[in-house]
């Protein structure tokens, strides 16, 4: 005769409906990887992935940069072709000119154009301005032959109004799409902000949260006509930095957010889990979105990268997470010491993976991430 579960009391009952809960929001996805690297890498290089964007067919548009052993500096990484990484790889670099010599690039977001043309974002140093960095974009064919230009986040768009002396130190432009720019910029008087950039009309926007005491702007997707979703992270009134990843719906007509909804790996915020935080975006073609990002807390490994599906809801702007671990795994030969989650495209996770042997190095990486629906 079946006989009921009991449970014997209220908090034995609440512990397993939080486990349920948790479980809920937790894919067991099985995940495959494989290392993309630059090919022309010296001995102990470094391969930072950043951006990805479909190029048309299965091909794809990658975006990062390329640093020599020991260094944290260098420079910015293109590349074309499909994602088993047989395609073209190009070293794209903003352009010293008189008075300006470029140090470092950095790029970030690409967006494909007509006629084979891309869009890249980034950011670049000088040897005048030292570790200061300025924002970049770029529109050409992928041999770098196009149009470079600065753009660094006017002071007198901030909101509110920009205090008595202050001046933009750092801008580094994230993602690109659809015709806008999002990314952070940095003054002599506060950090952690976020800006919206419209290239046609060349009008900025802060990109401000209400609540929040800094607020990054990593990913954006064009949902079509005026309507974008913006991916990042933001700190609320505390001393610990970036706490929450978020996503929030824009419209370029009115230059407005709205729906800001708030996310915590595995649902898990200040339950082992302190920082989270939103690298990426992608349709699930579905009207929701892919993300991948990073993760910080108290339980082990302490920190990571993860995949994450939000649906689009009926009665609200966004749904509850369902979250899928990226852990770049270990092998004879191979101690793999850190995971980052960069970008996402369809269901594959680009980012880095950190190792030892031999110095510090990072490693690009793809993650495909089956079964996850």
């Known amino acids: ?60 548009y990658i975006t990062g940069f390329y640093a020599l052993a020991g260094e944290t500096i260098g420079q910015g990484l293109f590349y074309q072709g499909l ?27 690409p967006d494909a154009l007509s006629s084979n043309n891309v869009r890249l974002v980034g950011s670049y140093k000088t040897q005048e301005t030292g570790d200061f960095d300025h924002g970049l974009l770029y529109e050409g064919p992928t041999d770098g032959s196009g149009t470079w230009q600065t753009i660094d986040f006017p002071i007198a768009a901030a909101t509110p109004s920009p205090s008595p002396g202050e001046q933009v130190l750092d801008t580094l432009a994230h993602s690109t799409m659809g015709g806008l720019v999002v990314g952070n910029f940095d003054t002599n008087l506060s950090t952690g902000r976020a800006f919206v950039y419209d290239i046609d009309n060349n009008s900025w926007v802060e ?16 949902n079509g006509e005026t309507q974008y979703t913006i991916a990042g992270g933001y700190s609320d009134a505390n001393i610990q930095g970036i706490d929450h990843g978020y996503l929030v719906d824009w419209d370029s007509a009115t230059q ?8 915590d790996y595995k649902n898990r915020h200040r339950i082992g889990v302190d920082i989270s935080h939103f690298n990426g975006i992608t ?43 990226i852990a770049y795994p270990s092998s004879p030969g191979l101690t793999v010491d850190g995971t980052s989650g960069n970008t996402v495209f369809e269901n594959n996770v680009l980012g880095i993976y950190t190792t030892t042997e031999g110095g510090s190095v990072a490693n690009g990486y793809v993650a495909t991430v089956r079964g996850h629906r």
């Open 256 to 263: 407005t957010a709205s729906d800001w909804t708030s996310y």
């Open 83 to 109: 994602l088993d990484g047989s395609g073209d790889w190009t070293l794209l670099n903003f352009p010293s000119s008189p008075g300006v010599t470029v140090t470092s690039t950095t790029l970030y977001g």
């Open 207 to 222: 990109l401000v949260k209400p609540g929040a005491v800094s607020i990054t702007a990593y990913g954006i997707w064009y």
């Open 1 to 60: 005769m079946y006989q009921p579960i009991r449970f014997k009391n209220t908090t034995t009952l609440l512990a397993c409906a939080i486990l349920t809960i948790l479980c809920a929001n937790i894919s067991f996805a099985q995940v495959d990887y494989s290392t993309l690297n630059y090919p022309g890498g010296a001995m102990g290089s470094s391969t930072f992935l950043t951006g990805i964007r479909g190029a048309g067919g299965e091909n794809v």
């Open 283 to 325: 349709s699930d073609k579905h009207d929701g979105f892919y993300l991948t990002g990073v993760w910080v807390g108290v339980i082990p490994p302490n920190a990571g990268a993860f995949f994450a599906h939000v649906p689009r809801m009926p009665h609200r702007a966004f749904g509850d997470a369902r979250w899928t671990e």
